[in-house]
């Protein structure tokens, strides 16, 4: 007699805005999900997990599995990692304490090659895949997570142990879970090609944000700003050609449009800014420009644009 | 009998730290000088005016020809403008008002075209020139001027009723002024090439001061401001060359070099903003884009500075 197949058990790793708010998607949609914690565990073990959602209202889950520590949770089969890149070496104990054999791993994060140095630290029976976030997400305050808009998750597999088709097989089990919990993904073939996509809306509203202090709001309504995203966009799509991806025409002129039509949206990179984080410059410009460099494509407003983060990131530290 | 030649009255039209610091010195060494105020005339008609300077020490002119009212003013044979390029247009009535026949008029600014907005409103029998001032001086505060270092007017002649010959020797007798007030002067045969090779060092610093909040110090300090520094140099020169004009060989690192041995400096730009008063970008960015587009050469650097500052501009109104 066959069971009805068993749902997988999630473990979220770096419970912000994004792992708070697929973790709480999820776990309403009745899956069954575990959050690790740090600074916020007690706050969640005692109040739960909070979204507040434009699209979707105001969303409590409450009691959480809130976890300290990773050697306290079941295995998961799989694990939605929401951390910051600048950690992602650091977070290999927790993941591999946390993951049943086989498990798949899935970086929710933006920038190039942030699976590489986790990679190196992951056995070989463990799958890697990336996720790119279309969403506009943030935290609010300690378990509490603000949705203003969107939600879309790209999924593709980097490396691991799968044959072609077992990793299609893998890419789309994953783009059913957050299906099953209401949520828009969908597979991509070349996960590379996915993330330089990403980058052509990351690379100008991320470090503006930062460098003019301005949401996508202000951003958009200036007609300088506004040229000058879309120049930032001409010079990453020329590069992820350059690399040898494919870029749809009218790709960037989309999201131009899509982002119009956004709330008033601060990117991650201004709230890591403000609250004296590190930024996120070597995933989303240092190697996307090494990369274009060495495909001899040059990238200078992007790279002015990174030189200034840079200077602006080490005065913050 | 010939009598010695007689020394020009001059006068200044705009006394913030640039024309503070000219005029004071050039009254220091003789000459008739005038100065024409606006908000800070009751502050200098009672306590003078103030240079304190790193090289010449503390200097006080006091009482001082202090004027509120160009009408009031006598007829002067020269005219040092160190006011804003912005409000060029409007200081035409008071030049006319000061100015004795066939004067010339010195306009102290950094910046691509300043005389034009002026010159059509000047009648023909005056003459017009530019100097450029390569100094670290700022205004400490109502008729207090703080002059850090250098002090260099490069002069050149604009445009007017002299002919080739005579163009020196107005040009000469500019050089000369400064010269016996121990400030160091030459001639500019090309005043177009002039103001280009000055750009060389405005485009750069002038912005990144605003942009990054940074005076010259930490902006070399940094590997990644000293290198953006450095290209949007090398695209100011490929500029300036574009436009038919000649940047002597290691000029810009020589530039360069010069702002590493220099004090602390926050330049004109960053006080403007500091003080919510409008940038200088029309004379600074926007008319070398365009002269450089022009004659088909991009700087892609300095448009993406350009719009950050016009950003910035707009929101510090």
Redesign the interface.
């Known amino acids: 007699m066959m069971g009805a197949v068993a749902k997988p058990t999630i473990g979220i790793i770096g419970t912000g805005a994004i792992g708070g708010f697929y973790g709480v998607m999820l776990a309403r949609a009745g899956f069954d999900v575990h959050f690790l914690l740090r600074s916020e565990f007690c706050a969640v073990a005692e109040n739960g997990l909070q979204v507040n959602s434009a699209p979707h209202g105001s969303l409590t889950l409450n009691p959480v599995q809130a976890y300290s520590n990773a050697q306290d949770m079941p295995p998961c089969d799989w694990l939605l990692v929401g951390a910051k890149t600048t950690s992602n070496a650091d977070l290999a104990p927790a993941i591999l304490r946390a993951a049943a054999p086989n498990a798949k791993v899935l970086l929710l994060q933006n920038g190039l090659d942030v699976e590489d140095s986790l990679r190196e630290l992951l056995p070989d029976s463990l799958h890697l895949l990336g996720g790119l976030c279309y969403i506009c997400v943030h935290r609010e305050g300690p378990g509490v997570v603000t949705h203003q808009a969107l939600g879309a998750v790209h999924v593709g597999y980097h490396s691991g142990p799968a044959d072609e088709s077992t990793r299609t097989a893998i890419v789309e089990e994953g783009v059913g879970l957050f299906r099953s919990a209401g949520i828009d993904s969908q597979a991509m073939a070349n996960l590379h090609q996915a993330r330089w996509q990403k980058l052509v809306w990351n690379i100008p509203y991320n470090g503006l944000s930062v ?2 202090g ?1 949401s996508t709001t ?1 951003l958009m309504a ?1 007609a ?2 506004g ?2 995203v879309k ?1 930032l966009m001409a010079e990453v799509v020329q590069g992820a050609i350059a690399c040898g991806h494919d870029v749809p025409p009218g790709y960037a002129e989309h999201l131009f449009m899509m982002t119009e039509k956004m709330p008033a949206y601060w990117p991650s990179m201004y709230h890591d800014f403000l609250h004296k984080r590190p930024l996120e410059l070597q995933a989303i410009y240092a190697r996307p420009l090494a990369a274009a460099k060495a495909a001899g494509c040059e990238m ?2 992007v ?6 983060l ?3 990131d ?2 913050n530290a």
């Open positions: 460098l003019l301005a202000p200036d300088d700003s040229e000058m120049a200078p407003r790279e002015a644009l990174y030189r200034s840079r200077f602006i080490r005065r």
